[in-house]
């Protein structure tokens, strides 16, 4: 009999662990420059906000004459993805997501946290000409999720911490599958073909570990482009790059690429989008026409609702045609706040709803929708994983945590 949320290996706990806490330090910023983008959009000076978001740069010879906001999305991002394809290529190569049985969980629990709030969503707006935004309420953002877990969730256990943050890699990789299947127009077959041959050369390069490394990014950036100009979504590319590097082994390339770039992304390239994502001017007609769109109420309920049902609803089903049960440390109660939590779809749903309604006057009606459901899901998340954190903190403290002579605490070994 199988065993769900299961707590993983001792090195893969610990490196989730490390995950976590950078996570966490990237969800603060990417509050704070949430924040920023809300009070400077509201302010006497939110023209000059606007104007910086909507000042073009760069050469127009190359088709690369985009607005800040536009290489905020289309640019820094690709540095976002670029993280998730090195994570996801270690997960499912040397992490525990390499024994099919430890992968079901998260995949199963991953789509069915993406349909669920797609069907919310279609449903809402159904004969509206609106359903196109349908994938905008599916996505789940992993460093405003661990923020909050960090704050609320010192004493849950590692099993719970280890879904959530798997969950969220394996829908970052749904979503950006999304993006390109369904959020691209047209696309130039000859320049997207010739995209394999910055990969593969970024590929061997990254197998030559010490030498030739000034040469990754020059290769990245020429698959960057290539993406760009063949008009599938350039964040495609991070991925990709990322699914080429080595990741198997101690101190892999991947690894160490990870090690590099994630404070990048997570101190800079993700909070600057978020800066020039989530400035919306709140006044009172445009939230007044907010929520009477079925278009904000598809994204809050879909995030708030669609999301623990789709991944709760899914695991329960899972456990009930495998035979497989929980994991003894922890309870259904657990699995549902950490489902809550995922409903937090800040980064990637931001970015799904400019190419839904990039032509359509719903914008800020997208961006107030991500807003408020995210932080309803975070609060409602918060209060359930709190209640849990205490449960879980009394049981600790009446518990003797004693080692074992290979220094392994207990709690990682029963």
């Known amino acids: 009999m199988s065993v769900l949320f299961t707590r993983g290996s001792w090195p893969e706990a610990a490196r989730i662990t490390e995950i976590l806490r950078r996570e966490a330090v990237g969800g603060i910023i990417l509050l704070v420059a949430a924040l920023a983008a809300l009070i400077w959009a509201n302010s006497p000076w939110a023209e000059a906000y606007f104007d910086l978001a ?101 004493y849950l256990p590692v099993a719970l911490r280890t879904f959530l ?43 030559r570990r010490a030498h030739w490394w000034w040469a990754l990014i020059p290769l990245g950036v020429i698959a960057w482009w290539l993406m760009h100009q063949s008009g599938v979504h350039a964040t495609v590319a991070g991925v990709l790059l990322g699914f080429t590097v080595p990741a198997r082994g101690e101190n892999s390339v991947a690894e160490h690429l990870e090690h590099r770039v994630r404070p990048l992304s997570a101190g800079v390239a993700v909070p600057i989008f978020a800066f020039f994502a989530a400035g919306v001017s709140v006044s009172g007609d445009v939230l007044s026409g907010a929520f009477g769109s079925p278009v904000t109420w598809g994204i809050v309920l879909g995030l708030v609702l669609g999301k623990p049902i789709g991944i709760v609803g899914s695991s329960m089903l899972l456990a009930a045609t495998t035979r497989a049960h929980l994991d003894p440390s922890i309870k259904w109660i657990d699995v549902l706040g950490a489902a809550m939590l995922a409903g937090v779809g800040f980064t990637v749903s931001l970015l799904i709803g400019e190419l839904a309604y990039r032509s359509d006057d719903l914008s800020e009606f997208v961006r107030i929708g991500v807003l408020v459901g995210s932080l309803t899901a975070a609060l409602l998340a918060a209060v359930v994983l709190r209640a849990r954190n ?20 207990d709690v990682y070994q029963r």
């Open 165 to 207: 943050l798997t969950l969220a890699v394996v829908d970052d990789l749904l979503g950006i599958t999304i993006i390109a299947v369904f959020y691209t127009e047209a696309v130039d077959l000859l320049l997207l073909t010739a995209v394999l041959v910055p990969l593969i050369l970024f590929a061997l390069v990254a197998r």
């Open 390 to 409: 205490v449960h879980y903190r009394d049981v600790e403290w009446e518990e003797s945590v004693d080692e074992d002579d290979d220094g392994v605490p």
């Open 54 to 154: 909507g000042a073009h740069v760069g050469p127009e010879s190359l088709h690369l004459d985009l607005s800040i906001a536009h290489w905020a999305s289309d640019g820094l991002l690709a540095v976002f993805f670029f993280v998730v394809g090195l994570e996801l290529k270690r997960e499912f190569v040397a992490g525990d997501l390499r024994d099919p049985g430890r992968a079901m969980l998260p995949i199963v629990a991953a789509v069915g946290g993406m349909v669920a709030p797609a069907v919310i969503f279609v449903a809402i707006n159904a004969g509206h000409g609106t359903t196109h935004g349908w994938a905008i309420p599916s996505a789940t953002d992993i460093a405003f999720a661990v923020a909050v877990l960090a704050v609320v969730g010192t």
